[in-house]
Structure formats: structure tokens, C-alpha cells
């Protein structure tokens, strides 16, 4: 089903779980009256008892529409409320005023990012199914309504119900492991998350919202492993790297995501005709190098050259049933290996050693390559549109190097000092 992934990320909310929607710097109201409601208010959102909250929230964003954390929690609750619907077109005409209200929020919570991206890439006239067969979707969309009134047995029944009509439904599978989260029953849930993760490895789903339990149990090491291969399975969906950077600050530490292969502090090209404005080349590209009395020009030479071939010719030849010429995979991978040798030509040259040593992106261009895993980094660093057409053939074949560059080099491991994150978060949100 077309939009079938886009409804379970809107039903199934989020690693934002850990970390509360209040704002640690909130402004405080000085009405005795809305701070009470507020505080009752975000009590029952966090306790997942976000029916019960919508009334108040209704009214406090009235009276106040620049409340950062009411508005999040109303938005993440009419979500829930649209589950509850029978009338699919009310349920849509729901969710578009929670994403009306995050836009104009313009908030940078996670909670609120994540959901307004999804609200963004659902239809906003068609109806989404979660199954082409009628009695799947009845049944699912009785899992969603008893969910969303936390009548957790009677949803598991429910999607039981998809799942003996249907049993390779993932959206089924992975909302019962949900439920079974929800009722603190975690080894049942970790069993159905990986039954859903068995069903359809790239979807991101299933990773992330079992690395999220995992977290809440403290055991963060795991949650990490589960979030990589979260971002293996669909590393251009931003939710993942927004609940990858929610871990990393649980976590003190922080992602890798500097670029290699440009110096510290480049010059940005320009282009060649004199009269034309300067104009910067994409974030992917290499940048000129500075002048020296012996400099590192000739990498930068070796780069580009090879990019002009495959633009001119190697492309066509080596793509023959693409229509035009488009940025590679294969292009970017084979023009930073011959910057590789060229630096490591100039590494060994005791008048430019100490240029490409002492130069942290060069370095980390020659740690990738000594690693084996250059074109993860191309995959999951520099991946414009272009290249990104490269990525699910890739990730068939090399699943394991994807998974060894973001662990080695883009995820740090988790400090063994911290606590259990039981101990240090602050009080939650749920999923909607």
C-alpha cells in the first residue's frame, strides 16, 4: 500500500518517548489558573492519557497559541484522536490541523519534527489503508481505535484478528509488539518487534521503536545497535537521525558527522567565467585547496579529474540504459580513491607530510579508505538525490560495511559511566 509505512510512523510515535515535551526552560504562566490546567494537562499527556487531555489542551492553547509545549502535546494528541474516528475524512481533516499547528509552531523538539515530517508526507485527500482487504482494515482500524482508548487487550485482539487474515501485514505485526510495550510486557513486545523487523528488514520502523524500549530499560548499548541498523534500513528518513542525536545526548556524546576528504578551512570554487558570481559547489564536493610552497594541489587535481570523465564519458559507459548523466556511487567512490593515493603520495613527501596529517578531514578520508568502508560513507554523508538511487542495491550487498562505518565512525559507543536512563530522564512522552 502506497502510504501504508507513512501511517505506522504516524500511528507508532517515536524515540522522543524518553524525553519530555516540557521545555526545561518553559516560561512559567503567571495566571495561577493556566499554570494549574497546564501542569493537569501535560500530567495526562505524559501518562499516555492523551483523550483525557485534549479538552484542557484545547482550551490552554486558546488562551495561550504561543505555548511551545501545550501546542506539541494538543498536535500529538489529535493524532491519536483522528485513530478514534470512524469518519476517515473527519480523521484527516484531524491530522491536517495538527500539522497546522506545527508549522506555525515552528518548534525544534523532536516529538514535533518527527510528527509534522509525517503529517507532511501524508495524503491530505486519500485515505490511508493499512490493507487492500476490507476485513484487515476493519479489524486494524479497530486495533487503533481500542489503542487509542489504552484498551491494550481488546487492540491486540484486533490486530490478531489483520494478522490470522493476513499474516505478513507489518503494520500488524509491529502494533502488537507496540501494545505489548505499552503493557510493560517487554519480552512479548521485543519478540514481535523482530518478527516485524524478519518481515521487511528496510523499513526503519520496527528498529527504532524497539531501540526506544530498550532505552527505557537502560540498556543504551543495545539501543544503539538497533538505531544503526534503524538508519541502515532507511538513512534518508530524518526520524532516524533525530532519535540517533535524542540518543546521543542521553548519552553525552555526540554523532560524527564531519566531512572528509576538504580541508579545515577551504576556499570555495568559483566558477571559471570571470564575469559570473561565485557560487559555492554542493556540500559533497571538493574544495580547493590552499596555496603552499609545496601544497596539496595535486589531490585536489586527481579528484576532479576523474569527476570530469565521468561526466564527459565513463557514465554513459559504465550506465548505458540511463537517459542523462548523473552523480555516482561509483563516480564520487572512484574520484576519492585517487585523491587517496595522491594524499598518501604527499603523506610520504616530508615537505607536505605534516599538510595532510595535521588536517582532520584528510585524515578521515585516509581512515575510510584503510577501512574498506569509503563508499558507506559516500552512501550515508554525501548522498544527494543522484547517489542515493545507488543506495538499496548497495545496502543488499553490503549491509555489514554499512553497519561497520556507523559504528565505527559516525556512532560512539556509550560511555560506560553513565546510569541507567531510567535514573536520568525526565518525564515522558508517549507515542501517538
Known sequence: MKYQHLTIRVVVLFFCVIITVISVNAQIQSDRDYKTKREQALHLFNQDKRLEALPLLETLVQRNPNDEDIVIALAASLVSHAATLPDQQAAVAERMRAKGLLEKLGSNYPLAGNLLQLLREMPENDLVQFSDNPQVEQAMRAGEAAFSHRDYDEAIKSYSRALELEPGNYAATLFVGNTFFKKNDF????????????????????????????????????????????????PYNRMVWRDLLTWASLNETRLNFKYAGVLSDPKMLERQDPDSTAQALPSFDVKLFKEHPKDLSGAWKAYQSVREDWKNWKFKQRFPQEPAYRHSLAEETEALTAEVRSLEQLKSDIETAELVTEDYSLSLLLHLHKAGVLEPYVL?????????????????????????????????????????????????TQQS
Open 380 to 428: 550515508l554523508r554525501l548522498g544527494d538525490d543522484d547517489i542515493a538511487r545507488d543506495y538499496a542495491s548497495y545496502r543488499n550487498n553490503h549491509r555489514d560495511r554499512l553497519e561497520e562505518y556507523m559504528d565505527k565512525f559516525v556512532v560512539p559507543p556509550t560511555p560506560v559511566r553513565l546510569a541507567p536512563a531510567r535514573q536520568q530522564r525526565k518525564p515522558e
Open 187 to 234: 519480552a512479548k513486545a521485543e519478540e514481535w518487534y523482530q518478527k516485524a523487523i524478519r518481515l521487511d528488514p528496510n523499513v526503519e520502523t520496527a528498529y527504532r521503536y524497539y531501540a526506544e524500549m530498550l532505552a527505557r530499560k537502560g540498556e543504551m548499548a543495545k539501543s544503539r545497535s538497533l538505531l544503526i541498523q534503524a538508519a541502515i534500513a532507511e
